[in-house]
């Protein structure tokens, strides 16, 4: 531990003196640091760990020297913060490479994080407030031939916290600019391309025939004319298997397509999405976050608002089908109802119903068309928010939702449909030298579960540096609990310091559409961040 | 604890220790029409440029954007800046940036960064990020979120630039 610890310093001056001596080669890279002490709040059910503190710490170094990179990323979780998976209480190097770049290759040798088109069939990444990494430990060669044939490769084991999963991951992908390469000038973008991926685990057990082995490949299509876009990805995914059962997964499909219209002050969006058996992981043994190989986000808006994300819908991943509409418009200036300044509307609806099925020991069987719509509701929302400016100090968003969501299927037990309106007002006044006062109210109505809340938060800024918050979200219907929470933050350029006191509510928190369970927690955080 | 006090000793050295002219990575980005751009080539031809990290998904991204539309025209004919918007957001929603994009009728021009590979190589943690280029695309300025008032903040250092 220490040792590390005097290797880096020591690494680090050798880098900073370097830095001051020569111009060539060159350190950058972040800190971050989320701390949180805990007390017991039997009110809200939230229990303290053992010692009462939990933290997250993230260092990450890059160093560039001419054509060639390398860096490390140090993450200490002393122990990790509460909702955050056990196997994370370590400290060490998660990641860490060398690579080599000009104009038209790249090579990574170590940890990468790469995505072959949406994601669909391919993405490692990171997020730390999910607390998922699945980087693939290994090599990643990315090659451009000609200005419009991009090609990439990626060979390795994905990152399961301080290790690696079992499961190996081989894949390559390309993509073709066809009107560039075919010299036809113009406004049109045509783009083409496709990726494979092979995943392969041992496997011991009894099953003759057991895909130990498993196939996955996607085909895709970008097209731009004018004003209109569109944009098609399909993806075919051989058998798997499971350690929760003991059949063999069926073959699985997705189509994500897109279409979009846009001009000045319109912007038009449609979006279908049909999902079946698409869960892939490279270890047939991980469960929760670990080791997905492919990226399913939720396919509906993500709302800013916190009454708006009491029931966000997770993607299900076995069996759904749905799409989205979503409509961005301006009111013109100096219009009855644009008035001095203009006024925004955006709506929004999106619906998602089950893949109509059976299921047999946890093992999904289709029986519908493929674009059969039969199947159980399992998300509905549709929602507008109005934006206008009144004045030049004065600023303001309206925005009602009104969604259904299954929490049965959802989140799991016999917890039914929950019907739900949402109503937000969020102003914003700027008074002088710098300050500005943002008030939120907002009132969820609904007769099932949780039945009303309502919240209300009050955040005044200060220049750009300090800004302060108190915030309260209220369970009038059932619990009459209220969640308070206050703080403050202080920014100077990239380094920002903030702290905060109160209660966490119990539930899923969702980042671009991947969920995790966060417990009830109650107490004091703190947290330190620093680019440069 | 000792170690959580080693880690902050070891974030200040960093802190402390590194000074150096920093420039835009080559890293690959997608235009809204779909096509790669590297970073490296972003210029305004010998003026400065604004970049601004922003997600759809993030409030005071959204603000600080719309701020940046409502005093453009003013700002562009005082020093001649070029406003880049990058958008982190994943396959979730970079369907929707472009029609938030002409929706709003911003002004600026907008890349979809969709494995945020350009923001881990700037080291940047969280958006809304704004970063101010200098002429010859170097890194001469950056902040971290938004406080309603902070444009002027950001204009002032271009101005500075132009002087």
């Known amino acids: 531990m220490n040792r590390i610890y005097t290797c880096l310093i020591i690494i680090l001056s050798c880098f900073s003196s370097a830095l001051f001596a020569q111009e060539s080669g060159r350190l950058s890279g972040s800190f971050e640091s989320n701390n949180q002490i805990y007390r017991d709040d039997s009110k809200i059910g939230a229990v303290a760990p053992k010692d009462k503190f939990g933290s997250n710490n993230y260092l990450k170094l890059d160093y560039t020297y001419g054509k060639f990179k390398a860096g490390i990323q140090y993450e200490a979780y002393l122990p990790p913060l509460l909702g955050y998976d056990f196997n994370l209480d370590d400290e060490g190097i998660g990641h860490k490479y060398v690579s080599y770049q000009d104009k038209d290759l790249a090579i990574t040798v170590g940890n990468f994080y790469e995505q072959f088109g949406s994601g669909l069939l391919f993405r490692a990444w990171e997020d730390r407030q999910l607390g998922l990494n699945n980087a693939l430990e290994g090599v990643n060669i990315k090659f451009r031939p000609t200005s419009y044939i991009s090609l990439k490769a990626v060979y390795g084991k994905q990152r399961k916290y301080f290790d690696t999963g079992d499961g190996k991951i081989r894949g390559i992908d390309g993509e073709m600019n066809v009107l560039e390469g075919l010299k036809l000038e113009g406004n049109s973008v045509l783009i083409l391309g496709g990726g494979y991926i092979n995943r392969y685990q041992d496997y011991t057990g009894p099953l003759e025939d ?29 058998e798997d298997g499971n350690s929760s059962t003991s059949k063999i997964i069926p073959k699985g499909e997705a189509l ?3 279409y979009s219209y846009t001009q000045k002050g319109l912007g038009l969006n449609f979006s279908f999405r049909r999902l079946e058996n698409m869960t892939f992981r490279s270890e047939r043994e991980a469960v929760s976050n670990e080791l997905f190989v492919n990226y399913l986000p939720a396919n509906t808006r993500q709302h800013k608002y916190s009454l708006a994300n009491l029931y966000p819908y997770s993607t299900q991943a076995k069996g759904e089908i749905g799409g989205q509409i979503d409509l961005v418009y301006t009111i013109k200036k100096k219009t009855t109802f644009g008035g001095k300044y203009g006024t925004k509307i955006s709506l929004n609806y999106s619906h998602y119903n089950k893949l109509e099925g059976t299921e047999t020991d946890g093992v999904f069987y289709k029986d519908s068309k493929f674009f059969g719509f039969e199947g159980t509701k399992l998300y509905r929302d549709f929602n507008v928010e109005i934006q206008k400016k009144w004045s030049k100090r004065f600023k303001s968003y309206f925005t009602f939702m009104n969604l259904e969501y299954n929490k049965g299927i959802i989140e799991g037990g016999n917890k039914g449909l929950v019907k739900a309106k949402v109503f937000v007002a969020d102003m914003l006044y700027k008074f002088k030298k710098g300050k500005a006062l943002r ?19 009050l955040e005044y800024s200060i220049g750009s540096r300090w800004s302060f918050f108190v915030l309260d979200m209220y369970n009038s219907g059932k619990t009459d609990i209220h969640y308070i929470n206050f703080g403050g933050s202080y920014v100077k350029n990239a380094t920002r310091f903030s702290v905060s006191y109160g209660r966490q509510k119990e539930g899923l928190l969702c980042v671009g559409g991947v969920c995790r369970m966060v417990p009830a927690a109650s107490g004091l955080s703190f947290s330190l961040s620093k680019s440069f | 604890m000792k170690k959580l006090i080693l880690t902050f000793i070891l974030g200040c050295v960093i802190i402390a220790g590194v ?13 809204l029409s779909g096509e790669k751009i590297m970073s490296s080539t972003f210029n305004n031809d010998g003026k400065p440029i604004v970049i601004s990290f922003w997600a759809t998904w993030c409030k005071p991204c959204l603000s600080e954007l719309s701020a940046f539309n409502d005093e453009y025209e003013d700002w562009f004919e005082e020093t001649g800046l070029k406003i880049i918007a990058i958008s982190i957001d994943d396959s979730r929603a970079s369907a929707r940036v472009k029609s938030i994009v002409l929706g709003n009728d911003w002004p600026f021009e907008v890349y979809l960064d969709s494995n945020q590979d350009l923001k881990r190589a700037l080291n940047i943690i969280n958006v809304p990020h704004t970063i101010v280029l200098n002429g010859k695309g170097e890194i001469v300025w950056e902040h971290t979120t938004y406080n309603p008032g902070s444009e002027e903040e950001v204009i002032e250092q271009v101005r500075q630039l132009i002087k």
């Open chain 1, 210 to 238: 057991f895909p130990s082995s498993v196939n996955v490949w996607s085909g895709r299509v970008d097209f731009i004319a004018g004003k209109s876009a569109l944009q098609i990805e399909y993806v075919n995914k051989g």
């Open chain 1, 256 to 258: 994500l397509a897109n």
């Open chain 1, 439 to 457: 008030t939120e109210i907002q009132y969820l109505s609904t007769k099932q579960d949780m039945k009303d809340w309502i919240a209300g938060s």
């Open chain 2, 19 to 31: 000074q150096a002219q920093r420039i835009l990575p080559d890293v690959t980005v997608r235009s």
